[in-house]
């Protein structure tokens, strides 16, 4: 036990260096694709708030993305906001949509929730479609550029403060509650853990990260037009979520590498075309669930602890 | 049968076995005095049914898959519209259009079936509901990711099985096109209801989606009753996605079937999930309902009639979350 907290920490002090130390030595295009990482890395980590830990299945997250994506363009674009400014209130409007979605979550199970959180995620783009008054409509607002070292340091600044605070909000009562309602809600509920609060709880605070997610990715792409948050985004979110391993804090950084490394890397090692990206990532899908449910976590943990047991059974000299 | 239902305000009850016809009825009669009033409403209609007919198609196909597992599969609409690329390639290749129908629904149940024993049943051997749903979205992300590496993201254009002519009833034009989508997939239930009222596979079918247990004690071998499932869901799904294709409001592209998978949600929800009859109910409502919003309702445009049928979804499941034919069901905690 005390071995694998030992890697744990280890694993989690290893990445933290390679990603304050990889802008020295990447060119710049190369850091704006790292900031993306670090975009797909803050809204997983949301995810995995809400599916990973409360079991509330939700594919509608590019939605809550394109919500705090919006409010950072229109602020920044029509008003006259700094831009880092706007990601605070990008994490208010976020956790307001999440609220506004878990309340009538609260009435839905499984199946019904993935159904509603799908439209969710085909609605949202539509009415940003409809009202190109603020919007700017299928066109889209165009924001200023930034180098690939701000949007860098920018984007991990964001992802190491919200993963400190998820991993506060989930290490204390609140996450504890969370696991409850996800492991039994029955069991929850007579341990006097009330679902209909923390249920909504985890909706806001989860679309908050997304919110925030979303407005760095507006700032990555210095563009936001809405087929920016189609229904790709939402089901890659989830990907990565599923991949890294739902209901593990670090797999959020395996998964979040997935979905934007492994379409880089294939396409420029010329093994394959960027078409095949999809199907690769369906497949891969297909094989988590049937093989390791809990995806890379899972993984980790079964080798790691193999290898526990492997080193403790073996006699002593 | 007692089939009660709670509505939102508590202890306002109201009986299940005579408001639905009452509605229904009422729906019908507003549609017939409005068509027989103005042209333009019963083109629309008309039209309106068209839609509803490919929504109606998928979402039976949908509730097909529900009530033998629980479970939505996100994957209906993109296995769909593989299959209609099939269809196009067959076209192209040169077979008449109904040749081209015929083995492309042909294929598309080998295919849902495989697609059971090779995607589903691994993954379903393990699993919560959660982990089936997401291995769906998988499946969705794989078809219409193989569809754009196969063919390509481009638009193709879809032969009609239709001319492309209208026929007049009374001052009113009707359009070949849509007369026959109708036809089409309202023929393509009523075999399907066929199939499962009067044959001994499709009896064993509907005892191995009530009881499985039970059914498994009689002899029916429960599993390949699952993949026959799939099969006459993709065949179903086939159907849609051909229709789809062929209406001059849809494109033959990837992503064809994501907005018709969302009304065919709203379709089967409406009709209460497991009610095949519903579904259709509920796809022809659906597919009116959107039809004639944006042409009688200024601020309805046709963007946001994603968001219209996800506010109807949302309204059923709140409001009546067993739908319009569905059974109140009791869960097991």
Not at chain 1, 52 to 77: K, N, P, V, W
Not at chain 2, 49 to 75: C, K, P
Not at chain 2, 105 to 127: K, S, T, Y
């Amino acid at each position: 036990m005390r071995s694998s907290l030992v890697a744990r920490s280890a694993v989690i002090g290893a990445a933290a260096l390679a990603i304050a130390l990889a802008p020295f030595i990447l060119s710049d295009y190369n850091r704006s694709q790292g900031a993306d990482v670090a975009v797909f890395f803050i809204a997983i980590l949301g995810l995995n708030i809400v599916t990973g830990y409360t079991g509330q299945i939700s594919i509608g997250h590019g939605a809550f993305m394109a919500i705090g994506g919006y409010t950072t363009a229109i602020l920044t674009h029509d008003h006259g906001w700094s831009e880092l400014s706007t990601i605070p209130l990008a994490a208010l409007v976020g956790f307001a949509a999440g609220v506004i979605v878990g309340v009538p979550a609260l009435r839905f199970h499984g199946t019904y929730l993935a159904l509603v959180t799908f439209a969710v995620a085909l609605a949202v783009p539509q009415v940003a479609k409809n009202y190109s008054h603020f919007t700017g409509g299928t066109e889209g607002l165009v924001l200023p550029a930034h180098s690939g070292l701000w949007l860098y340091g920018a984007s991990w600044t964001a992802a190491a403060i919200l993963f400190v605070l998820a991993w506060l909000i989930l290490r204390a009562r609140t996450g504890r509650a969370f696991r409850a309602v996800r492991d039994s809600e029955v069991a929850a509920a007579s341990s006097g853990v009330s679902l209909a609060v923390y249920k909504t709880v985890a909706f806001g605070v989860s679309a908050a990260f997304a919110g925030v997610a979303g407005s760095m990715y507006v700032l990555v792409n210095n563009f936001v037009n809405p087929d920016l948050f189609g229904l790709t985004l939402s089901l890659y979110i989830l990907i990565g979520a599923v991949v890294g391993g739902l209901g593990s804090l670090w797999g959020v950084l395996v998964g979040a590498a997935f979905i934007q490394l492994l379409p880089i890397g294939l396409t420029s090692s010329h093994v394959l075309s960027s078409q095949s990206v999809p199907v690769i990532f369906g497949a891969i899908v297909i094989l988590v669930m049937a093989l390791v449910p809990r995806g890379a976590a899972d993984l980790l943990r079964a080798i790691v602890s193999f290898h526990v047991r492997r080193s403790s059974n073996a006699p002593s000299p | 049968m007692t089939a009660l239902t709670r509505t939102l305000v508590p202890g306002f009850r109201i009986r299940n076995s005579w408001i639905v016809p009452l509605l229904i009825a009422g729906a019908c009669v507003f549609l017939v005095i409005g068509s027989v009033q103005s042209s333009l409403f019963a083109q629309q209609t008309v039209s309106g049914l068209a839609n509803g007919g490919i929504y109606a198609s998928l979402a039976v196909a949908l509730v097909l898959i529900y009530r033998a597992t629980e479970v939505i599969n996100f994957a209906q609409g993109g296995l769909a519209t593989f299959t209609t690329y099939i269809a196009w390639q067959l076209i192209d290749w040169g077979l008449t259009y109904w040749l081209a129908f015929a083995a492309t629904l042909a294929i598309a149940f080998g295919g849902g079936m495989l697609v059971e024993l090779v995607a589903i049943r691994p993954v379903e051997r393990r699993g919560n509901i959660l982990t089936i749903v997401i291995a769906s979205i998988g499946l969705l992300i794989l078809a219409e990711g193989a569809v754009g590496w196969i063919w390509g993201a481009q638009v193709k254009f879809m032969p009609s099985a239709f001319p492309a002519r209208v026929f007049h009833v009374g001052g009113v034009a009707f359009s070949f096109q849509d007369v026959g989508t109708i036809g089409v997939s309202i023929a393509s239930v009523f075999v399907l209801w066929l199939f499962f009222r009067f044959t001994k596979v499709g009896l064993a079918m509907r005892a191995a989606a009530v009881r499985p247990a039970a059914a498994r004690l009689v002899g029916i071998r429960v599993s390949w009753m699952l993949s026959l499932g799939w099969g006459l869901a993709a065949t179903l799904g086939a159907v849609s996605g051909l229709m789809a294709a062929a209406s001059p409001s849809v494109l033959l592209q990837p992503s064809m079937m994501d907005g018709i998978l969302i009304y065919a949600f709203a379709a089967a929800v409406l009709g209460g999930l497991e009610s095949p009859a519903g579904a259709v109910v509920g796809g022809l409502s659906i597919g009116v309902l959107l039809n004639l919003l944006p042409t009688y309702v200024d601020w309805v445009a046709p963007a946001l009639l994603l968001p219209v049928a996800f506010i109807v979804m949302l309204f059923v499941l709140l409001v009546k979350p067993s739908g319009l034919f569905g059974r109140t069901r009791v869960r097991k905690v």
